[in-house]
């Protein structure tokens, strides 16, 4: 064999043995993937086109005290069809009888659906969509059309559930009512009752396969879940609807004036602890106020004269004083250490008793009492205010309360001005329920009750959970110190030289105790001072029904910031609405009372809201918030621009409201 044949011969044996080689090496890479790295791949190429979703389950109902639904869960369905999984012979054949039937319940011609759902074959779509938003009847009803009717996978029929919040008393209870809000970054924004209550309304989520068909289209497998969702509880509130709405409206005529910053009112049952209204508004950017943050029970803070209560109450008890005991209150002003103590009256009051010192609001009577009074002994004095359990959260059924603050002595922060700052409400914080809290025991005779929001969890007809009255302290005090007490705040109102005498009435009685707190007082620029005004009380004030605190942050100071004036205003048209409207009217006479502006306008805003309208009516001369609850309450969107009352709408009187849209309110 000549050398060039044999060289040739050489080269194809080392080519074959390379080609040998290579198909070796696929076939080992072959046998790896199959059984060593076999299964990674499976579940790899599973993930991409199945997941596990999670399904929201239905939020339990809430109900007001008189059993009125305040807030239900109703199931909206969206169908839609999976061309692909359909024969063509069952297509051809129901295409239109199942046009007909979309026909009779969304409109349209049958033409337009049968072109639709031919589209959809012939571009092999599988998520096109037939409907939105249908109520359980309308779902139940395609579930049966032709075609549809042989299921998920002969009849292309998807499914997507989801739920919808409605409040069948309208945007007013809505307000009150509130909401619970998860964003993108799953944080939770929980507001009002809805949101107090979560725990018990949320239910559980269960979870379902879906195979992905498209980019960010996902198609449910099978007709199972893997684990059903479990519906939340219905809760029964406490809450009375009608005074929800009058805390609410007096709380934002008052902020709105005073251009304060955020606010809360709380009316409880003295009797029973019921909360029966707990309104929590805060100023938007815009200068609006909305139920932002659950200040009522969340917020402590220092809470000023209205602390004097507490002080009153252990000197009495710990005999220190009585209510005839003269304080010399030195021309209004009086140092300790380095530190002075000042009354807002210029040139004090004089020689004032205890009692006096308490219906005028003396702090610098109330500094000496309690510093020389306990000076010797200070922890006497702290745990005089322990063993009425002022340091002690309530222990609420919902999350978020806030955590008292009362310094022992020895703590950290204590000084020897400790004494002195804490008989007028500074060095002590608490939340506007727990102060509530107090102030319901002095009207319950001293018999300290817990706070409550729920009366019962329910799951259909079974109780999950009762919330009876549950009595924190039976006795925070004794009867006689309680009846003096009572007395006093009664004078409080009553009296010329009183605190809160602005707000007396021949007609009507309240008894309680204003309060007005600095805040950015380390600052030496006053500019920078901050004022929180305050309220704390019960009504009537002989054998009382409802105890109530209005608590106002940061009023615009040129307009005014004591307690009297921006808070005490609050808290007296609520006694009176709320008073006027109990079984009791026919025992009070309230007619003089309701001349006032703000009772006529709540007055006329209720005449307005009960009537049915066909046309846009006259809103000029109304409160931006009535107009707007009458428009969203008829469907139609608002615009509102300024603050205060309609000047102007831009859709006239008399407007057929079938073709409005959209109305814009100019207010001033």
């Known amino acids: 064999m000549p050398a060039t044949d044999k060289s040739i011969l050489k080269r194809l044996y080392f080519v074959a043995g390379g080609l040998v080689l290579f198909a070796a090496a696929v076939l080992f890479k072959l046998v790896s993937i199959q059984v060593v790295d076999g299964q990674k791949y499976i579940a790899l190429a599973e ?12 939020r339990g109902n809430l109900y007001s005290d008189d059993g009125s639904l305040l807030a239900t869960s109703v199931s909206k369905y969206t169908i839609r069809f999976d061309a692909v999984t359909v024969s063509d012979e069952d297509f051809r054949e129901n295409v239109k009888p199942l046009s007909d039937a979309l026909v009779k319940l969304f409109g349209k011609t049958s033409s337009h659906y049968q072109q639709m759902l031919r589209k959809a074959k012939q571009n092999k779509n599988r998520y096109a969509l037939i409907a939105r938003n249908l109520d359980y009847s309308d779902y139940m009803a395609v579930k049966d059309f032709p075609l549809f009717n042989k299921g998920a996978f002969k009849g292309g029929l998807i499914i997507e559930q989801k739920s919808k919040r409605e409040h069948p008393l309208g945007k007013i209870a809505e307000r009150s009512v509130g909401y619970e809000r998860v964003d993108e970054n799953g944080y939770r924004t929980r507001v009002g009752m809805e949101g107090a209550f979560s725990e018990y309304l949320s239910g559980v989520a269960g979870k379902r396969w879906k195979q992905k068909i498209a980019k960010n289209q996902w198609k449910p497998t099978g007709t199972d879940n893997i684990i059903e969702p479990k519906d939340g509880y219905d809760v029964y509130s406490t809450i009375d609807i009608n005074i929800q709405d009058i805390a609410h409206h007096a709380l934002l005529g008052q902020l709105e004036k005073y251009k304060a910053d955020h606010g809360t009112v709380i009316v409880m049952e003295t009797k029973t602890g019921e909360v029966k209204a707990i309104s929590n508004l805060g100023q938007t950017k815009e200068g609006k106020y909305y139920e932002r943050l659950n200040y009522a029970i969340g917020e402590s803070h220092e809470p000023g004269s209205t602390f004097k209560l507490m002080n009153l109450v252990a000197a009495l008890e710990d005999k220190v004083v009585d209510t005839s005991t003269v304080i010399d ?47 010797d002994d200070p922890e006497k004095y702290v745990n005089r205010l322990m063993s009425m359990g002022i340091h002690k959260e309530l222990g609420l059924p919902v999350k978020g309360e806030g955590t008292p603050v009362l310094r022992y002595p020895g703590d ?51 109780t999950i959970e009762k919330f009876d009255k549950e009595v924190l302290n039976p006795a925070i005090c004794s009867q006689e110190t309680v009846r003096k007490v009572q007395q006093i705040l009664k004078n409080v109102v009553e009296k010329e030289h009183g605190t809160g005498h602005g707000m007396y009435s021949s007609n009507f009685s309240m008894a309680g105790k204003t309060g007005t707190t600095q805040t950015n007082y380390v600052s030496k620029d006053k500019d920078k001072y901050e004022y929180i005004s305050s309220f704390a009380g019960y009504f009537p004030a002989d054998n009382p029904k409802y105890s109530c605190i209005v608590v106002i942050h940061k009023p615009d100071k040129s307009v005014g910031y004591y307690g009297a004036d921006v808070s005490g205003p609050v808290f007296k048209s ?48 109304m409160s931006g918030m009535d107009a707007v609850s009458i428009l969203e309450n008829l469907g139609i969107k608002v615009e509102v621009i300024g603050n205060g009352r309609v000047r102007h709408q831009s859709i006239s009187q008399g407007t057929d409201i079938k073709k409005v849209k959209k109305i814009v309110l100019q207010l001033s």
Do not use: C
């Open 47 to 58: 993930t991409r086109t199945t997941k596990l979703f999670t399904i929201e389950p239905n």
């Open 329 to 375: 209150t030195e021309k209004g002003s009086w140092k300790i250490y380095r530190h002075r103590v000042r009354d807002t009256k210029r040139g004090g009051h004089g020689e004032l008793s205890i009692a006096e010192a308490f219906e005028v609001s003396s702090n610098v009577a109330f500094a000496k009492m309690i510093h020389n009074g306990y000076k």
């Open 412 to 462: 950290k922060g204590w000084s020897g001005l400790s004494l002195a700052q804490m008989a007028y409400g500074y060095e002590v914080s608490l939340t506007p329920l727990q102060t509530l809290a107090f102030y319901n025991a002095i009207a319950n005779n001293g018999e300290l009750i817990k706070p409550r929001l729920l009366k019962e969890v329910k799951e259909w007809n079974k």
């Open 574 to 621: 609520v006694a009176q609405k709320v008073y006027a409207t109990s079984p009791l009217i026919d025992e009070v006479n309230v007619e003089e009372e309701f001349n006032t502006d703000l009772d006529k306008a709540y007055q006329s805003y209720f005449a307005n809201a009960q009537k049915e309208y066909n046309e846009i009516p006259n809103l000029k001369g």
